[in-house]
């Protein structure tokens, strides 16, 4: 399949041959579907706090011992998508024809004084010609003002507070001093970004970090990091041999945000909060968004509590078949049915019982703020049959449904809005290997294209799907007012965005 030169070109990536040659496997096979139980409901697999038990929980992050804070934000690549309208109203504009008023470049240019990033000197006074909505995409797209059909979402400002204007990177670090303030009075956060936009980040953080940590009485440790390329998968053609470039060469794609697991796992600190960073609200709602992040984190933390006295427990016992390990076992089996909505296969010898069980404990932790389901895009919370026999809770994508089990989306209550809370170090206070966690059958093959070829594209296993499919998971309502994504630049008019 691949030539001495395609074996030196995969090893210079950081990759390995076998692995490249078992990922291309995958476009002939296919993945399997997942085998879903059914969907996460308040009747079992989605927590509803009461105000008194979100209270506690509050308290419990507070107050409860963790080796250390960081806040992980998902935050490479351009933000094309974001302005994927805007460019095809601007390419109807040069071509002489002009917009509907309904359509979102017509919006963009009448609503302009709306935007955070609407100046006067730039933008004039908003007219109703096909001249004026010209120069006003042109400007928000090109060098000819912003350039941000070009630039990430972390450096496109967002929001207005008077003389000031934030960019979603500054809202987050807004966001991280209210709820992932260090015992030292440090702010750690990892931002994933690509390489070649290192420098807006970094003019983007200089602008603010500052005046913030003045204002807020911290200190932040920003920490950027890429997605490491040894992780692209490479692409196949319609036969699925390997897509070559004109020059013969290998075509190698990024995987999804499911190779920042491995970002992830390079984290030091324990307690880690992952959000995307468009998902990100004006100040105003804040006070909402914090309590539920410290909600979320108290959760965590109470359940990390609870399965390190477990393990400790265990460790006690000399005897797999004495009185105390047979109630021990019971008891974990209760809290993994009741809690995390796991069932285990039975086990009739009591030593293989109580390793099975210590096995299914000494894992990471996450608990997902999950959101009623009102037709928002996303990934939905599902109760799935493991390959070993046991349920636990998963975040599918409809890609891994099976076209037969569809029917089992309308009985969804609830979707991903990516608002996580992962504890990463095992109880003898030494970090997980995250890489032993990652269901590999949990990918998915998508359609693209090189410059105007068809191909298939091959993404790992999500960060959130199934690189985190064998963690100890728990679901928690949230209210919706904590997920407020810009997907489209539109979206910066909703009630969220505006002041």
């Known amino acids: 399949m691949f030539t001495a030169k395609d074996l030196q070109a995969i090893r210079q990536r950081g990759s390995d041959p076998k692995t490249v040659e078992k990922q291309t496997g995958y476009f002939k096979k296919g993945f399997p579907w997942m085998k879903i139980v059914g969907p996460a409901t308040p009747e079992r697999g989605i927590t509803i706090l009461s105000e008194a038990e979100a209270d506690e929980a509050v308290r419990y992050a507070d107050t409860a011992a963790v080796a250390g804070k960081c806040k992980f934000v ?54 109703d010609s096909p001249a004026y909505r010209k120069d006003v995409l042109e400007k928000v797209l090109t060098d000819k003002g912003y350039g941000y059909g070009s630039k990430p979402k972390g450096v496109i400002k967002f929001h207005r507070y008077g003389e000031e204007v934030r960019t979603a990177l500054a809202e987050h670090l807004v966001e991280a001093q209210e709820y992932m303030r260090g015992a030292d009075g440090v702010c750690r956060l990892t931002v994933t970004i690509s390489p070649e936009h290192r420098s807006l980040f970094e003019e983007a953080l200089a602008e603010v970090k500052p005046v913030f940590e003045q204002r807020y009485g911290v200190r932040y440790d920003v920490r950027f990091t890429y997605q490491d390329k040894a992780t692209d998968t490479l692409a196949v053609d319609g036969k699925n041999k390997p897509f070559r470039k004109d020059d013969g060469s290998l075509l190698f794609r990024p995987a999804g945000h499911g190779a920042l697991i491995k970002n992830l796992g390079e984290v030091e600190e324990e307690l880690v909060s992952i959000k995307n960073i468009d998902n990100v609200a004006h100040e105003k709602l804040l006070p909402v968004t914090a309590r539920y992040k410290k909600i979320l984190i108290g959760e965590a933390l109470r359940i990390r509590d609870r399965i390190f006295a477990y393990l400790e427990r265990f460790d006690a016992i000399r005897d797999p078949r004495s009185e105390e390990a047979h109630l021990l076992c019971d008891e974990v089996e209760n809290f993994f049915d009741r809690k995390l909505c796991m069932q285990l296969p039975l086990a009739h010898d009591p030593a293989e019982r109580m390793q099975m069980l210590r096995a299914k404990l000494d894992r990471p932790v996450r608990v997902c703020g999950m959101v009623r389901n009102l037709g928002e895009p996303g990934g939905g919370p599902f109760i799935i049959a493991g390959r070993d026999g046991a349920t636990s809770l998963q975040i599918l994508e409809s890609v891994q449904i099976a076209p037969e089990a569809k029917d089992i989306l309308k009985r969804s209550t609830h979707f991903n809005p990516v608002d996580l809370v992962c504890c990463l170090r095992n109880y003898k206070g030494e970090r997980f290997d995250l890489s032993k966690y990652v269901d590999e059958q949990a990918g998915f093959i998508s359609s693209k294209s090189y410059q ?21 998971t728990l679901f928690v309502e949230v209210p919706v007012e904590t997920f407020n994504p810009v997907k489209v630049v539109l979206d910066l008019l909703r009630p969220a965005h505006q002041g």
């Open 452 to 472: 105007g070829r068809e191909l298939k594209a091959l993404e790992l296993p999500g960060l959130w799907n199934g690189a985190m499919s064998d963690w100890n």
């Open 74 to 127: 998902p935050a490479s690549g351009a933000a094309s998508r974001m302005f994927k309208d805007i460019f095809a109203g601007l390419e109807k504009l040069d071509a002489g024809e002009d917009l509907p008023a309904d359509a979102p470049g017509s919006r963009l240019a009448a609503r302009i004084k709306d935007f955070a990033f609407y100046t006067p000197a730039l933008f004039g006074e908003p007219e």
